[in-house]
């Protein structure tokens, strides 16, 4: 790899007078293939064993942090199976390919919540809320933004009967799994998961200073257990490229010889003998079925749709649920109930004034540029390493609807996503994401005209709902989907406070620095029945309450659906061991569907360290056996 770097800057002009662009694609291809045969060092199993010790289900951020750590000491033999394939796409692995991998079928259960609250401009008031169906999970296709959460969300899961989850325990295991690329001890260095600085965009600094002119301190290490203030985003990219779960813990343990990765593999139900779990049963390509059995556990790490939806199928739920579909009942325990999204409604931000400067990190442009292909596979810089996700801001609101920092858990995100990412409106990358966010015409005209402009999309995110949604089945099939309702905004306090975020927005442009630039808003067209007059204000309260009835969508961050609590919660699915409760033994669930409550902020960190703690919590089991 160095004589080629030589290579390449030894002749730029000849390389240049003869025209190698075809050349130096090529040689570029081949570098990034080179590099992703290394990092995806290991080989999944197309051969099992009859039992294992451990069965992992989902190969997703939890499972993958479960596989590495049960399989560690050698002693334990550890079988992961994963409905999904390999992580082998190159754009997987492009920070800048979040909106390819994000809207691919090919790996991503491709899911829709039941008609919603606010959702008037998607088809059908359908939100999609598709998750990873690939090695690495959802954390091999979100958008690597890194974000712990705030200390009181895990001192008020403790305070919830969840004992050993506050954040002096909690912290620890952050620690534990980072490498983080910020000095100092409240943040993990030497760990697996590498986090880092985003590559900026030249509008991110604008945006920074336009919030700080409101009052709101910058946060530079804002994963250190207070997340309140504006801060740049940071994210789990490793050299410029994703670096997930998969990468960061499954890759480097599937060389040892006690773990098997079995891929294309869709679990359909939990065996048991009485309340034993003892095995699962799964299906492959081709429809064939197979079983395999567990000596000491099996552990549901499917995600907070997946999990109970398998939980159901296998007979653990409500009498009702489970007797409406013709499954026999194991136990009774309120599976599926509890569920949680984060839901947002975002405004589209431009700025007229041409001293703002053009982005170089169009999608599509980069992608057919030999500079950016070069610069990205040899060097691991330059545009391609850009991830969406800018910045934040976190903050507090009040009943008299002002916003404010405090010292509580943050009831508002705002995510800034650096745009535009697509030259052409009419491309196939937008036209599919478009497709999958189940965008209405409305909505999707707003979103094409978006991406002609120069600018931003402000998203205020409401964190922690009042609302709560259901998982339950659309049939005894285990490969029909089940039915997902997060309930959104059907509380009003939801709507009240969702409101106050737009108007964290609107502010935000009546800054000094944003009305320097010219910005505005482009206005949401609503659906016929639900639009306002055109003279009405696009800041004003009455266009505010519009965009929270009708443009919300769920954030893709599921949680709750296999509730953590204390012994004799009986809204409770599993105790602060992650043992499944109801007199079920040698079963646990370790993924974010085990949250009493969302925390402040994006998901994927807080999955990974429930898979630290999950695997630390399932050893001690087992000391001294």
């Given at each position: 790899m160095e004589n080629l770097q030589q290579l390449v800057d030894k002749f730029p002009s000849t390389l240049k007078e003869y025209k190698t662009t075809v050349a130096c694609g090529s040689i570029a291809l081949l570098s990034g293939y080179l590099l992703y045969k290394y990092q995806s060092r290991g080989r999944v199993s197309e051969k099992w064993n009859k039992r294992y010790d451990f069965i992992?289900?989902?190969?997703?951020?939890?499972?993958?942090?479960?596989?590495?750590?049960?399989?560690?000491?050698?002693?334990?033999?550890?079988?992961?199976?994963?409905?999904?394939?390999?992580?082998?796409?190159?754009?997987?692995?492009?920070?800048?390919?979040?909106?390819?991998?994000?809207?691919?079928?090919?790996?991503?259960?491709?899911?829709?919540?039941?008609p919603q609250t606010g959702c008037k401009n998607l088809i059908d008031q359908r939100s999609a809320s598709q998750h990873g169906k690939v090695l690495g999970g959802s954390s091999s296709v979100n958008w690597m933004a890194y974000v712990r959460g705030?200390?009181?969300?895990?001192?008020?899961?403790?305070?919830?009967?969840?004992?050993?989850?506050?954040?002096?325990?909690?912290?620890?295991?952050?620690k534990k799994m980072e490498d983080y690329f910020l000095p100092g001890?409240?943040?993990?260095?030497?760990?697996?998961?590498?986090?880092?600085?985003?590559?900026?965009?030249?509008?991110?600094?604008?945006?920074?200073?336009?919030?700080?002119?409101?009052?709101?301190?910058?946060?530079?290490?804002?994963?250190?257990?207070?997340?309140?203030?504006?801060?740049?985003?940071?994210?789990?990219?490793?050299?410029?490229?994703?670096?997930?779960?998969?990468?960061?813990?499954?890759?480097?343990?599937?060389?040892?010889?006690?773990?098997?990765?079995?891929?294309?593999?869709?679990?359909?139900?939990?065996?048991?003998?009485?309340?034993?779990?003892?095995?699962?049963?799964?299906?492959?390509?081709?429809?064939f079925t197979y079983e395999v059995l567990a000596e000491k556990e099996v552990i549901i790490s499917s995600g907070a749709i997946n999990s109970p939806h398998l939980l159901l199928l296998s007979g653990i739920g409500p009498k009702e649920e489970l007797q409406k579909h013709g499954i026999p009942i194991v136990t009774e325990l309120p599976v599926g109930l509890n569920y949680q999204d984060h839901s947002s409604a975002f405004r589209n931000v431009f700025f007229e004034n041409p001293q703002v400067p053009k982005e170089e990190h169009l999608y599509k442009a980069n992608l057919s540029s030999t500079?950016?292909?070069?610069?990205?596979?040899?060097k691991g810089k330059g545009p391609l390493t850009t991830a969406a996700g800018q910045a934040f801001s976190f903050f507090d609101v009040d009943k008299e609807g002002n916003y404010f920092l405090s010292n509580k858990m943050p009831e508002i995100q705002i995510f800034m996503i650096g745009g535009p990412f697509?030259?052409?409106?009419?491309?196939?990358?937008?036209?599919?994401?478009?497709?999958?966010?189940?965008?209405?015409?409305?909505?999707?005209?707003?979103?094409?005209?978006?991406?002609?402009?120069?600018?931003?999309?402000?998203?205020?995110i409401l964190l922690h709902p009042r609302s709560r949604g259901s998982i339950t089945l659309a049939s005894a099939d285990p490969l029909q989907r089940p039915v997902i309702d997060p309930n959104i905004l059907s509380d009003p306090e939801d709507q009240r406070i969702?409101?106050?975020?737009?108007?964290?927005?609107?502010?935000?442009l009546k800054s000094p620095t944003m009305t320097s630039l010219g910005s505005y808003f482009i206005e949401t067209k609503f659906p016929t029945k639900d639009r306002i007059a055109p003279d009405v204000d696009p800041e004003s309260e009455e266009y505010l309450e519009k965009l929270v009835s009708t443009a919300c969508t769920v954030c893709w961050h599921p949680a709750g659906s296999c509730k953590m609590g204390a012994e004799g919660d009986t809204s409770a699915v599993v105790d602060p061991q992650l043992r499944v409760q109801g007199g079920i033994q040698g079963l646990r669930v370790v993924d974010n569907s085990i949250m009493p409550h969302l925390t402040s902020g994006n998901t994927n960190a807080p999955a990974i360290m429930i898979g630290e703690k999950g695997s630390d919590l399932i050893l001690q089991s087992y000391r001294g056996i």
């Amino acid at each position: 790899m160095e004589n080629l770097q030589q290579l390449v800057d030894k002749f730029p002009s000849t390389l240049k007078e003869y025209k190698t662009t075809v050349a130096c694609g090529s040689i570029a291809l081949l570098s990034g293939y080179l590099l992703y045969k290394y990092q995806s060092r290991g080989r999944v199993s197309e051969k099992w064993n009859k039992r294992y010790d451990f069965i992992v289900v989902g190969a997703g951020s939890a499972g993958c942090v479960l596989a590495n750590r049960l399989s560690e000491n050698g002693i334990f033999s550890v079988l992961i199976l994963e409905a999904g394939g390999e992580d082998s796409a190159i754009t997987m692995h492009m920070p800048v390919g979040c909106l390819d991998v994000c809207s691919n079928s090919k790996y991503l259960w491709v899911d829709y919540t039941t008609p919603q609250t606010g959702c008037k401009n998607l088809i059908d008031q359908r939100s999609a809320s598709q998750h990873g169906k690939v090695l690495g999970g959802s954390s091999s296709v979100n958008w690597m933004a890194y974000v712990r959460g705030h200390r009181e969300d895990y001192n008020s899961w403790e305070s919830l009967g969840c004992t050993g989850w506050g954040w002096g325990n909690v912290e620890n295991y952050f620690k534990k799994m980072e490498d983080y690329f910020l000095p100092g001890e409240a943040l993990g260095h030497g760990g697996p998961l590498t986090v880092s600085a985003n590559r900026n965009l030249r509008t991110t600094d604008y945006l920074i200073k336009a919030i700080k002119e409101l009052g709101v301190r910058e946060n530079k290490s804002y994963n250190s257990g207070d997340n309140q203030g504006v801060m740049k985003c940071h994210v789990t990219v490793k050299n410029g490229k994703r670096w997930s779960a998969a990468q960061a813990y499954l890759r480097p343990a599937m060389k040892r010889s006690n773990l098997h990765v079995v891929t294309d593999a869709h679990v359909t139900k939990i065996l048991f003998d009485g309340k034993r779990a003892v095995g699962v049963r799964f299906v492959r390509e081709g429809g064939f079925t197979y079983e395999v059995l567990a000596e000491k556990e099996v552990i549901i790490s499917s995600g907070a749709i997946n999990s109970p939806h398998l939980l159901l199928l296998s007979g653990i739920g409500p009498k009702e649920e489970l007797q409406k579909h013709g499954i026999p009942i194991v136990t009774e325990l309120p599976v599926g109930l509890n569920y949680q999204d984060h839901s947002s409604a975002f405004r589209n931000v431009f700025f007229e004034n041409p001293q703002v400067p053009k982005e170089e990190h169009l999608y599509k442009a980069n992608l057919s540029s030999t500079k950016s292909l070069m610069e990205y596979f040899i060097k691991g810089k330059g545009p391609l390493t850009t991830a969406a996700g800018q910045a934040f801001s976190f903050f507090d609101v009040d009943k008299e609807g002002n916003y404010f920092l405090s010292n509580k858990m943050p009831e508002i995100q705002i995510f800034m996503i650096g745009g535009p990412f697509i030259v052409d409106p009419d491309d196939e990358v937008l036209s599919r994401f478009n497709e999958f966010a189940n965008f209405g015409p409305l909505l999707l005209e707003t979103m094409k005209n978006a991406d002609r402009r120069q600018g931003v999309v402000l998203a205020p995110i409401l964190l922690h709902p009042r609302s709560r949604g259901s998982i339950t089945l659309a049939s005894a099939d285990p490969l029909q989907r089940p039915v997902i309702d997060p309930n959104i905004l059907s509380d009003p306090e939801d709507q009240r406070i969702l409101k106050i975020g737009l108007k964290f927005v609107s502010d935000v442009l009546k800054s000094p620095t944003m009305t320097s630039l010219g910005s505005y808003f482009i206005e949401t067209k609503f659906p016929t029945k639900d639009r306002i007059a055109p003279d009405v204000d696009p800041e004003s309260e009455e266009y505010l309450e519009k965009l929270v009835s009708t443009a919300c969508t769920v954030c893709w961050h599921p949680a709750g659906s296999c509730k953590m609590g204390a012994e004799g919660d009986t809204s409770a699915v599993v105790d602060p061991q992650l043992r499944v409760q109801g007199g079920i033994q040698g079963l646990r669930v370790v993924d974010n569907s085990i949250m009493p409550h969302l925390t402040s902020g994006n998901t994927n960190a807080p999955a990974i360290m429930i898979g630290e703690k999950g695997s630390d919590l399932i050893l001690q089991s087992y000391r001294g056996i």
